[in-house]
């Protein structure tokens, strides 16, 4: 299975299953997406089931359509396999494998265009703050192709591996959305995970994150107050 590139397989002997195989390197992240799943009967579900280098079961799915493993994180250096198990007597399916996209950005920056070309890619940037750093995120000119919901779905983690807050879904109606951040609770390097919802598709945005501003309120004076980049709070 050559990555970015989608490759059909088909059974033609009732109770005859199907392999892909494909090279991964412990660490990476790929999303696997099946597609044009077709069956005689038709309607039929077809499983899929992807082995690591030693044979253990990593993750597995079913479907009657389009099947997304987004993402899956490989454990080991090696050969991996995707077994597929029609459960009727015959099926075609089409398998597609990317790694998935990333960006750094910058605080404070004019942004950073994001964008995948696969059908259920993820795409990631990273971006460096210092604990209690104030952060405010923004993503505007936000495109979804080929996705009945037209949202992607981003979420926040720590230095540490560990979550930041909660995720948060971003639609096409209104082409941007931010997200209070609030206070940095670690000092490194924080990565955001954009993915596209169950139906797959590809996406684009540009993405902006910035330090709160910050004014002194002297008493009896007006003072005005500006933010300059989308997402950013005051």
């Known amino acids: 299975l050559p990555?970015?590139?989608?490759?059909g397989l088909s059974t033609t002997i009732p109770g005859q299953n199907g392999r892909y195989s494909f090279a991964g390197t412990a660490g990476t992240n790929v999303t696997l997406a099946i597609s044009n799943i077709a069956t005689t009967p038709s309607g039929g579900s077809v499983g899929f089931t992807v082995l690591n280098p030693d044979g253990s079961t990593l993750t597995s799915n079913s479907g009657t359509s389009w099947v997304s493993f987004n993402p899956v994180n490989l454990p080991a250096t090696g050969t991996?396999?995707?077994?597929?198990?029609?459960?009727?007597?015959?099926?075609t399916v089409s398998a597609q494998l990317s790694t998935d996209a990333t960006?750094?950005?910058?605080?404070?920056?004019?942004?950073?265009?994001?964008?995948?070309?696969l059908n259920g890619q993820n795409a990631y940037f990273k971006f460096s703050a210092t604990a209690g750093q104030n952060l405010g995120m923004g993503i505007t000119n936000l495109v979804v192709t080929n996705d009945a919901y037209n949202d992607v779905y981003l979420v926040v983690t720590k230095p540490d591996g560990s979550q930041w807050g909660y995720g948060q879904w971003c639609y096409t109606n209104g082409n941007s959305c931010d997200f209070n951040l609030g206070a940095a609770p670690l000092t490194g390097t924080y990565t955001v995970t954009a993915k596209p919802d169950s139906y797959g598709g590809t996406f684009s945005f540009k993405a902006y994150v910035s330090q709160d501003v910050?004014?002194?309120?002297?008493?009896?004076?007006?003072?005005?107050?500006?933010?300059?980049?989308?997402?950013?709070?005051?």
């Open 214 to 234: 910050a004014v002194s309120l002297p008493a009896n004076t007006a003072t005005g107050l500006s933010t300059t980049i989308p997402g950013q709070n005051g």
């Open 103 to 117: 960006t750094s950005l910058t605080v404070g920056s004019s942004g950073a265009s994001i964008a995948t070309t």
């Open 80 to 91: 991996y396999q995707v077994f597929v198990d029609p459960g009727v007597p015959t099926a």
């Open 3 to 7: 990555a970015n590139t989608a490759t």
